[in-house]
C-alpha cells in the first residue's frame, strides 16, 4: 500500500480547481481518496459557513467520480476543514489517497500510513462523557489494527467530533444529567479517547469528572475539532508503518507553549532538516508537504511568567490570536505558509501548548 499527498491552494472556500484539474489529468484516482483535510478563511466559530461551503463544493465534485449522491460523499471520504487563516496562513486543502496492494512481507523501513473510520452514532448524553471516550478509544486502536502499527508509530489523529442534534425526546434527559453536546466537550472526549488508545493515559485516570477539567490528561498526537450536527465522529489516523511502502513520513512533537520553537524544529529533525538562520532552504521546505497543529492561549493569562492579553481582549477572539501566533512561528521556520493551525486544544497536548504532525519526504 501507499500513500500520497496532494496539496492545492484556494482562492476562495468553493474553490475545487486544482482538484478538478488533477482528476481531469489522471494525476488523482478519485476512488483512492481517504481524506480531504483543508483551511478554510471564516472565523473558526460555530458561525463559519466556509467550512460547509468547501465541503458542499467538494462534494458536488467528486459525486459523479463515485457514482453516489453529494449528500453521501462523505460517507466514503472523510471532508474535515478548519476555519481561521488569519495573517500569513494561506488557505488549501489536503488530499490523501492510498493505492496498491496489502505487502506480503514488511519492508525494511517504516512509510506514511492512512487510514478513516467513524464512531457509532452518539447521543446527546454521551457528548463529554466517557461513553465518547471509549467509543473513540475503539475506533483509533481498531484503525491501528488496519495498518498493523504500534502505538509508537502514531503520530496523528485527526478527528472531527460528533455533536448529535438535540431533539425534544432527549433534551429532558440531557438537562437532567447536565449538557455536554457541544464543540468544548466534544472536542475534549475526543482527544481523551486517542490517548486512552495510545496509551497515553490509563483507564483508572479517567472519568467523567476528569474530562475538561484535569489538563495534566492530554494526547500528544490528537487533533480534534467539532461539528454541529455530526451524529457520528470521523477519525483520520497517520502513522508510519513497515507495511506501507513509498517515500513519505510523518513526524510529531509537542509545543508546551505557543511560542516553543525548539519543538518544531525537533519534528523537523525527523527529516534530518536543520534550519539554517532559522528558517529552512527552499530545496527543504519542498521537502514539507503538510505541517499541522493546534494552538490555545492559555487560560491562565500567561506566558512563560508573562501576562498576556488574548483572553482579555473583547475585539478579537483568543482562537484567532493564537492560531496566527501559531500559523506565523511554522510559516517562518518552515519558509510555507500552506500551514493547518486548528485552536481550542482541550487535552490536546499540555495546556497551552499543542502536538505539531509534519508529512515530508524521507531523507
Not at 64 to 72: A, I, K, M, N, S
Not at 276 to 298: W, Y
Amino acid at each position: 500500500m501507499r500513500a500520497t499527498i496532494h496539496r492545492f491552494f484556494t482562492t476562495d472556500p468553493a474553490d475545487v480547481s486544482g482538484l478538478a484539474e488533477a482528476i481531469s489529468a489522471d494525476v488523482i484516482n478519485p476512488v483512492e481518496i481517504v481524506t480531504i483535510i483543508g483551511k478554510t478563511e471564516g472565523n473558526g466559530g460555530v458561525n463559519d459557513f466556509t467550512r460547509l461551503l468547501a465541503i458542499m463544493a467538494l462534494s458536488q465534485l467528486l459525486a459523479g467520480y463515485l457514482g453516489c449522491r453529494p449528500e453521501t460523499v462523505e460517507d466514503r471520504i472523510v471532508l474535515s476543514f478548519s476555519g481561521g487563516s488569519e495573517g500569513v496562513t494561506a488557505p488549501h486543502i489536503l488530499v490523501f489517497t492510498v493505492s496498491g496492494r496489502a505487502a506480503e512481507q514488511p519492508w525494511s523501513v517504516k512509510r506514511l500510513a492512512i487510514a478513516a473510520g467513524h464512531t457509532r452514532p452518539f447521543h446527546v448524553q454521551e457528548v463529554g462523557r466517557m461513553a465518547m471516550v471509549h467509543e473513540t478509544a475503539r475506533v483509533v486502536t481498531s484503525l491501528m489494527q488496519t495498518l498493523q502499527v504500534e502505538p509508537d508509530d502514531v503520530h496523528l489523529v485527526q478527528i472531527k467530533g460528533a455533536i448529535p442534534a438535540v431533539d425534544g425526546a432527549g433534551m429532558e434527559d440531557a438537562i437532567t444529567e447536565g449538557l455536554h453536546c457541544d464543540m468544548a466537550w466534544s472536542r475534549g472526549a475526543s482527544a481523551l479517547g486517542v490517548a486512552l488508545a495510545l496509551g497515553e493515559v490509563a483507564e483508572s485516570q479517567l472519568a467523567d469528572a476528569a474530562i475538561n477539567r484535569d489538563w495534566s490528561l492530554y494526547s500528544s498526537r490528537a487533533s480534534v475539532s467539532a461539528k454541529p450536527l455530526l451524529q457520528r465522529s470521523e477519525v483520520v489516523l497517520l502513522a508510519n508503518s513497515c507495511w506501507w511502502e513509498g517515500d513519505l513520513l510523518i513526524a510529531h512533537g509537542v509545543m508546551q507553549d505557543i511560542i516553543d520553537l525548539p519543538a518544531i524544529h525537533g519534528v523537523l529533525n525527523h527529516f534530518g532538516l536543520q534550519p539554517v538562520n532559522g528558517q529552512l532552504s527552499p530545496a527543504d521546505t519542498a521537502r514539507i508537504l503538510a505541517v499541522f497543529a493546534k494552538s490555545d492561549a492559555h487560560s491562565g493569562g500567561v506566558i512563560r511568567n508573562r501576562r498576556h492579553t488574548m483572553r482579555t481582549d473583547a475585539d478579537i477572539s483568543d482562537m484567532r490570536y493564537s492560531r496566527c501566533v501559531v500559523s506565523a512561528l511554522l510559516a517562518a521556520v518552515t519558509g510555507e505558509t500552506g500551514v493547518y493551525v486548528s485552536t481550542r486544544a482541550e487535552h490536546q497536548g499540555p495546556q497551552g501548548g499543542g502536538p505539531v504532525a509534519m508529512i515530508g519526504y524521507a531523507s
